[in-house]
């Protein structure tokens, strides 16, 4: 449920679902998030011009042109939630590459955490996560939960390149750069997979909120000849 | 039948597509995109008399150096730039923005560079010759999507034109004021509490600079360093233009069209939507006060934009 509804500037609307971040939160935003979809779809309200569900918080931007923050904050606080969508969840693999050219911040890591790099990678791979969101930039998946011992701050100051296809954990989150763009977290490998798909109009991220996913490490020659 | 086309002889900085925008895709992390300076890209259609939602071309700093070819074509271009115009036969002459221009087959448009701003916009009547994706002609550099495979225009590539009828649009003018403004209105953010009385103070009552981070995705600024006294970091959420996140560096930063779509830095701010173009338009090296206004005298203030964008838009009928 929404827990407290204000402004994000003067053309978006900030919901507030709590400050946990766990399944039971997110699952509530993505309700939401559908919800409110099918209403723009099917006209039932106009001037939405984008919903951007997180962890636990749904950004809906609006056109000032069209409506405004009071119109659309009383359109959330009168709906009720269908919770029957069923979504179809996937289970995906991804391979990463974690030799030293690919794996950035094993530096940083190993010092802060105090762990050697080959443990994290254990702890890393064994384990199933699950996709809080997408986003940052097209197609990004924002996973979770990563075990205690491997949770690390973002870097201080932002890279402004970080390469494409790179795989970053950050608190007890894991992500993959899905293109080339600045970014904050710390890169512990990179996967030749392709993530996003421009030419898949329908779904073009392939990891989407709701679904599992394990990573697998490859060498760098299975790295440099992945094909798909 | 060949159609009108312009050649480009020089790319320029960052020359793209641009249109009103992309909407509905947030969630899945692509942002709006679209003109940085929405008043200017109106502009520059109303002028060559298109529908306001025409894609134009958008470039940076210096601009490209375009030949047409197969054809004769009405132009304008919006902005506080320096252009000329190098007709066949080499005569050469000076450009002036918020004008409308007739350019003949083998005639070039030089535009040379942006005065005391950012971006200009450049429109051609009938628009150009492309596809949409996702509902905008916008190019996204970030996720290569929209014309040109999603990239920004590189030498000897071609931009079609649409319209095969030439229609002559003359003496198309508005009288523009392109004053800027160093003072940047701001709504709260809804990390505002993040930060001590003390960044608060020096968040509006200090300069900040525009540093040379400058791009589509946004705007780094430095400054006295805002202090953070709860967290510097917060759990990624969704953040729309205007939004201004402030790193553990203290330094903040202020989001644009290209944005990414979720952000995990605390929001001091969030410029107002009427002061967005403006924004967009800074050129490093500027400085830059903010001043807090409250969401009605936003709404206010954005109407009176509105107001005055709708104004220029008339003049030119």
Known sequence: MVKNISNLGDTAVYCDFGSEVNETINSSVIDYFHHISKLIKDKKIEGITNLTPSYNKLIISFDLTITDYKKIKNFIEGLTINRDIKSNNQKIKIPVCCDDEYGLDFLRLTKKLNIDKNKILEIYFNKEYFCYMTGFIAGMPFLGDLNESIRCDRLETPRLKMPKGSVGITEQFANIYTFESPGGWNIIGNTPKKIFDDKNLNQPALVNPGDKVNFYQITKEEYLNWNE | ?317
């Not at chain 2, 899945?28 to 025409?54: F, M, T, W």
């Not at chain 2, 079609?160 to 508005?174: A, E, G, H, L, T």
């Not at chain 2, 989001?255 to 403006?278: C, E, F, N, Q």
């Not at chain 2, 509105?306 to 030119?316: A, G, I, M, S, V």
Request: hydrophobic share 35%; proline share 3%; charged share 25%.
């Open chain 2, 1 to 317: 039948m060949n159609k009108a086309y312009f050649e480009i002889l020089r790319a320029g900085v960052n020359t793209t597509i641009q249109d009103k925008g992309r909407n509905h895709l947030y969630h899945v992390g692509i942002a709006v995109s679209g003109a940085i300076d929405q008043r200017n890209y109106k502009l520059s259609n109303r002028l060559v008399e298109n529908q306001l939602n025409e894609p134009t071309v958008e470039f940076a700093y210096q601009g490209p150096l375009l030949k047409l070819k197969n054809g004769k074509i009405s132009f304008a271009i919006s902005g506080d730039i320096f252009f000329k115009i190098i007709r066949k036969n080499l005569k050469v002459e000076g450009g002036e923005c918020y004008k409308s221009y007739i350019l003949d087959e083998g005639d070039q448009i030089d535009i040379i560079s942006t005065k005391n701003s950012t971006y200009g916009y450049l429109a051609v009547n009938g628009g150009f010759d492309l596809e949409k994706t996702w509902g905008s002609y916008s190019i996204n550099t970030k996720a290569n999507i929209g014309p040109n495979d999603g990239k920004k225009y590189s030498i000897n590539d071609k931009i079609f034109i649409k319209k095969m009828d030439f229609r002559s649009i003359k003496n198309k003018k508005i009288n523009y004021d392109y004053s800027t403004d160093n003072i940047i209105r701001i709504i709260r953010g809804t990390n505002f509490d993040f930060f001590s009385k003390d960044a608060i103070d020096k968040f509006f009552n200090e300069d900040f600079l525009i540093t040379n981070l400058v791009d589509r995705m946004g705007i780094r600024l430095k400054g006295p360093k805002l202090e953070n006294i709860a967290s510097t970091n917060i759990k990624s959420e969704g953040i729309v233009r205007g939004v201004i996140q402030v790193p553990a560096d203290g330094n903040p930063i202020i989001m644009l069209s290209d944005h990414g779509t979720v952000g995990g830095y605390p929001k001091i701010g969030v410029v107002i939507a009427a002061d967005l173009d403006l924004v967009g338009q800074l050129t490093p090296g500027t400085k830059i006060n903010f001043k807090e206004v409250s969401l009605e005298e936003a709404q206010n203030i954005f109407k009176a934009y509105t107001k005055d964008t709708n104004k220029y838009l008339n003049e030119c009928n």
